[in-house]
């Protein structure tokens, strides 16, 4: 791409857009361009891990944490105290 002295851009392919309007650049990634397979594997097991985490988070805050909290660290407390400071 040219610009319009008609040199040739200088961030083209580097996945930085030049707008053209006072050398404005957009910090957006070029989505246009597939991105090469090792950065596909690199996005793809991001995206494992935190969803993994995110089950794993979930679960725990939910499930465990409660009967934990209920039964252990507020069991010496009367009634439905723990359940009132959870």
Do not use: C, H
């Not at 707008?19 to 597939?34: A, C, H, K, N, Q």
């Not at 090469?36 to 679960?59: C, G, H």
């Not at 009967?67 to 660290?73: I, R, S, T």
Request: charged share 20%; no cysteine; glycine share 10%.
């Amino acid at each position: 791409m040219k610009t319009r002295s008609g040199r040739k851009n200088k961030n083209q392919g580097s996945g930085i857009r030049d707008e053209g309007s006072g050398g404005i650049r957009s910090p957006l990634p070029d989505f246009s361009t597939p991105l090469p397979e090792r950065s596909q594997k690199i996005v793809r097991a991001w995206w494992l891990y935190d969803w993994a985490n995110s089950a794993f988070a979930t679960s725990i805050m939910a499930t465990i944490l409660p009967y934990y909290y209920q039964n252990v660290a507020g069991g010496d407390l009367s009634g439905n105290r723990a359940t009132v400071y959870w």
